[in-house]
């Protein structure tokens, strides 16, 4: 998926087929890319707090934007310092969204269980590193 739009309808899509008991993890999350990503991504977010699916969120800085979300319903936010170029969010059990927020923004969304399972188990290693 190309540009902003591609971005947004691969989270959408990713989105759908998630359920209540499932939960979005995302690795690698920065302030440090186009404003309009991140007024995305906050724009975005009371979708997924209206159905109650918890997000878990890996920031590589402490910033207003870390805090921004750590302050939503259903979203906990910890801090692993180093900026990476590339976020990946794993969505319920069968979808991994690979992001790249450098020009031109592209994204690759993955529908496959076993590459889930492999970055949600990536995830929970590097959160247990994380601070609040």
Not at 8 to 17: D, G, L, R
Not at 25 to 44: C, P, Q, R, S, Y
Request: aromatic residues 14%.
């Amino acid at each position: 998926y190309l540009g902003l739009r591609g971005l947004k309808t691969a989270v959408n899509e990713a989105f759908e087929s998630i359920d209540k008991n499932d939960e979005i993890l995302a690795m690698g999350v920065t302030k440090f890319k186009d404003n309009k990503i991140n007024e995305f991504w906050k724009g975005w977010s009371p979708k997924r707090v209206k159905k109650k699916i918890v997000a878990k969120h890996i920031f590589s800085e402490k910033s207003d934007y870390f805090h921004a979300f750590k302050n939503m319903k259903y979203t906990q936010a910890r801090v692993l310092k180093g900026v990476t170029p590339v976020t990946v969010d794993v969505f319920g059990k069968d979808k991994v969204l690979i992001l790249n927020y450098k020009e031109p923004i592209s994204c690759v969304l993955i529908h496959d269980k076993n590459t889930a399972i492999s970055f949600r188990q990536f995830f929970y290693q590097l959160w247990k590193l994380a601070k609040n």
